[in-house]
């Protein structure tokens, strides 16, 4: 699961005299992919729910969280923030359930994958009314008990806040990185780290060297190690094997190491799907540099966890014909083992980022709005 964000609504306005609480919501905001009889079916889901029981407050922040911008809770915000209560799996649970009653056939296998959780504060006013404080309308009618805020625990909000750390932990350098990247870059000691429960962990980092000039960006790709039971998938000869790829298996191919790659930047779902595959299938290995590129690097926003939600589905999209997928899925488990962050360098092109070595193109327009997702 995604690590969490805590983000709120601006108020609407400061009405004298009533109190400013804001409302913990889980938000879901990722892809379904989910693998059915007829093949992989892809949406996008975009929802949130109270993370803490009340009838007082709306059941979820509704359009409200596509619309208006997040801000970062900022520590001089004022207003008391309700701390959330319920878990995020149940909220999950939830989702899902109702999501999967209109599936069109048996799920043979579902994994979500993005930005998946996160917690919105919801801005509202506490007078004889409740209003919501972002659309500024009442969400109640007059209140005939007093509204007691002391029912919920919760308090200013410096009470659980934390910020991400950007001084180099090897070197003490201030380290790049924008406000979304999850990984972020030490130009002096060129060291990469991600912030994790544990503390800021350093990440083995590789890149394939491309043209170093301008029309070239790196994007950042999850290569993953993992071993599978249930289906022969170790090695280059399997991949060719169980791809079903137009290839004669050569000798010495079941002596290559077989990985499982995925993108490390948020994309639409059917990209995703389609950049696994592709960069799964071609395996990169040759020229590997275990370091950073020098060039300019697009930033990793989608975390490794959520990269190995990823793998059983990367496996799905390989199996060919189809109806394998159906008949072995059950059986099959993938445990990552290992992962490294490797860029690969794109051509910028006018409409498109172009992998020449392996022939793969992201639309440039799709990755900005990604930026969105
Ligand atoms: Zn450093």
Redesign the pocket.
């Known amino acids: 699961m995604a690590q969490g964000y805590f983000r709120y609504l601006l108020p609407h306005h400061a009405p004298e005299g009533e109190d400013l609480v804001y409302v913990p919501y889980w938000r879901f905001k990722g892809m379904v992919f989910s693998c059915l009889p007829s093949g992989i079916q892809t949406r996008f889901l975009d929802v949130s729910r109270q993370a803490v029981p009340s009838p007082f407050f709306p059941a979820s922040v509704g359009l409200r969280s596509q619309a208006m911008k997040l801000h970062f809770v900022s520590p001089d915000a004022k207003g008391w923030f309700i701390k959330p209560t319920l878990p995020f799996r149940r909220v999950m649970d939830t989702f899902l359930t109702r999501f999967n009653r209109g599936m069109p056939g048996p799920i043979l296998h579902q994994c979500h994958i993005g930005e998946s959780l996160s917690l919105i504060y919801a801005p509202f006013y506490i007078g004889k009314k409740i209003i919501d404080a972002v659309l500024n309308q009442p969400v109640s009618a007059e209140l005939d008990e007093t509204f007691e805020l002391n029912q919920f625990s919760g308090g200013t909000v410096d009470w659980r806040i934390r910020f991400m750390p950007t001084l180099?932990p090897?070197?003490g350098?201030d380290m790049q990185g924008r406000r979304d990247a999850l990984i972020l870059y030490?130009k002096?000691?060129e060291?990469m780290w991600q912030a994790l429960k544990q503390g800021m962990t350093r990440v083995n980092v590789a890149h394939m060297p491309g043209d170093e000039d301008e029309n070239t960006v790196y994007l950042p790709f999850w290569r993953i190690k993992a071993d599978v039971v249930g289906m022969a998938f170790n090695n280059f000869a399997d991949l060719a094997k169980v791809a079903n790829l137009p290839k004669v298996v050569q000798p010495g191919w079941n002596r290559l190491p077989l990985h499982f790659w995925g993108p490390a930047f948020k994309v639409r779902p059917h990209s995703f799907l389609r950049l696994t595959r592709q960069i799964t299938l071609a395996q990169p290995r040759d020229h590997l540099v275990p370091q950073a590129p020098k060039g300019a690097m697009h930033s990793v926003n989608l975390p490794i966890s959520e990269s190995i939600e990823s793998l059983k589905l990367n496996l799905a999209g390989i199996i060919r014909p189809n109806k394998a997928v159906e008949a072995h899925i059950a059986e099959i488990q993938v445990t990552p083992r290992r992962y490294l962050l490797v860029y690969l360098p794109f051509a910028v092109h006018h409409h498109d980022l172009i992998q020449t070595t392996f022939n793969v193109a992201i639309n440039r327009k799709q990755l900005s709005l990604a930026g969105n997702l």
Request: neutral net charge; charged residues 0%.
């Open positions: 180099c090897n070197c350098w030490c002096n000691c060291s």
